[in-house]
């Protein structure tokens, strides 16, 4: 089989290229290792920068998001035994996120791509990446118990962190991993018991993080800082429902239990390939970065990656010019750099570090402190959280 972009993946950064790449002329195919109902019922992220709304909307792929999406302008911070409530829309003019469940998202790109026609296979696992030096580079997977090739013109690593193309990319020696793991983790539950507000709750309590989400009306997404190593089994459900009103909970406002129906622990770490580009293999998404989960970002650095590679494979289509696809990785590192450090900076003021002095916990303390009124802290943080623009160079 033969076609110009070669997508390893169909997890949002796949599917959103395809669907991009598709209005912009540019013929893809799409290899998945998972099956379908796998890949849709993986649950993952759930909030949507503005920006990301915006690319979903301009490519008509938000039409379930607009109707059943769930615009958040704001949070609640507990801190100091009180829930404060933070307005993101009213510090950016209006930028607010939206919280969509990835699985509904991931449906929805599926079916478009079907629906157009987009050649995307299923239990389709890359095996290799070869010729990557070459201008015909070929993706080798599997399907159906048969070996199979695919020639591209170029391939889209959207496979993920553990995928075949990163490795690949990190084999050939001109790139480098730059990695921080955090001395924490997530216990991260689903639970079927109604949110206890419409919005998030975040929690910087000086026992440790805590984050109330949800899913839908029915369905709370809760989260709990607990020491990196940590098994769900060391959580017995009254255990950990105590510890979340603890850090949440202030008088009057509990939360609402409910039978846990999923518990995992998620560790927190930053990562990031440089440069996100070999030859003619272009990393997108979680394949060339991973953020702690506290800022909600990775899906939308996904999605930003994604935008700027669409748009230089368009450019060569429509000019033969390849000027921008140079830049990839340059353009899309200056902001994946700078959400890097707004989600380490947002995760090291709402963790507890389990080697915090004194005189580090009240530093901490004062931090949150200038969240809480019309400070440029305030202003700054609501920015980055609200989303830096999607398309335009930062610097
Ligand atoms: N061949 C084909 N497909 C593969 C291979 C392979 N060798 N290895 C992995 N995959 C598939 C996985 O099954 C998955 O469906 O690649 C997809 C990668 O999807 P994600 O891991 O969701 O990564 P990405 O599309 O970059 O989305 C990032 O999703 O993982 C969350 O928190 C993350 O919200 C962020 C977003
Ligand atoms: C989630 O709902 O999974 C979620 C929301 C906000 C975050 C992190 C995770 O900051």
Not at 50 to 79: I, K, M, S, T
């Amino acid at each position: 089989m033969r076609t110009t972009v070669g997508i390893i993946g169909a997890g949002p950064a796949g599917l959103l290229l395809a669907r991009l790449l598709r209005r912009a002329g540019v013929d893809c195919v799409v290899l998945e290792a998972r099956g379908r109902a796998y890949v849709e019922r993986r649950q993952r992220a759930a909030l949507l920068e503005q920006g990301a709304v915006d690319v979903l909307r301009a490519c008509g792929a938000a039409d379930r998001l607009d109707r059943e999406g769930v615009r958040h302008e704001g949070f609640e911070l507990r801190h100091r035994d009180r829930r404060h409530r933070f307005g993101v829309a009213a510090r950016t003019g209006g930028r607010a996120n939206t919280l969509y469940p990835q699985t509904e998202l991931v449906k929805d790109l599926i079916a478009l791509a079907t629906a157009d026609g987009t050649p995307l296979l299923f239990d389709a696992p890359v095996t290799a990446v070869e010729g990557l030096d070459g201008d015909r580079p070929v993706l080798r997977y599997t399907h159906g118990g048969r070996e199979e090739t695919l020639e591209c013109s170029y391939v889209a690593g959207c496979d993920g962190s553990f995928g075949t193309a990163r490795r690949t990319l990190l084999a050939t020696g001109a790139a480098r991993l730059h990695e921080r793991v955090y001395p924490y983790a997530w216990l991260g539950v689903f639970a079927d018991a109604p949110p206890a507000s419409d919005e998030l709750i975040l929690s910087g309590h000086e026992r440790g993080f805590a984050l109330h989400s949800m899913r839908s009306p029915e369905v709370s997404r809760l989260y709990l800082q607990v020491p990196a190593g940590t098994t769900p089994e060391d959580w017995p459900d009254d255990r950990m429902w105590d510890e979340l009103d603890t850090r949440l909970a202030v008088p009057g406002h509990p939360l609402h239990r409910g039978p846990v129906t999923d518990k995992a622990v998620i560790p927190l770490r930053g990562q990031v390939v440089e440069p996100m580009r070999y030859g003619r293999l272009l990393l997108a998404g979680d394949a060339a970065h991973l953020v702690p989960p506290t800022g909600a970002k990775g899906l939308n650095l996904a999605v930003a990656d994604v935008v700027t590679l669409a748009r230089g494979l368009s450019h060569r289509r429509r000019t033969g010019s390849t000027a921008l696809l140079d830049r990839y990785s340059e353009l899309c590192l200056r902001r994946v750099w700078q959400v890097q450090e707004f989600s380490h900076a947002m995760t090291v003021l709402l963790h507890a570090a389990p080697d915090a002095d004194a005189y580090e916990r009240r530093l901490r303390t004062a931090r949150l402190d200038r969240l809480l009124g019309p400070t440029a802290a305030a202003a700054e943080f609501a920015e980055n959280y609200a989303g830096l623009p999607m398309d335009a160079p930062l610097i």
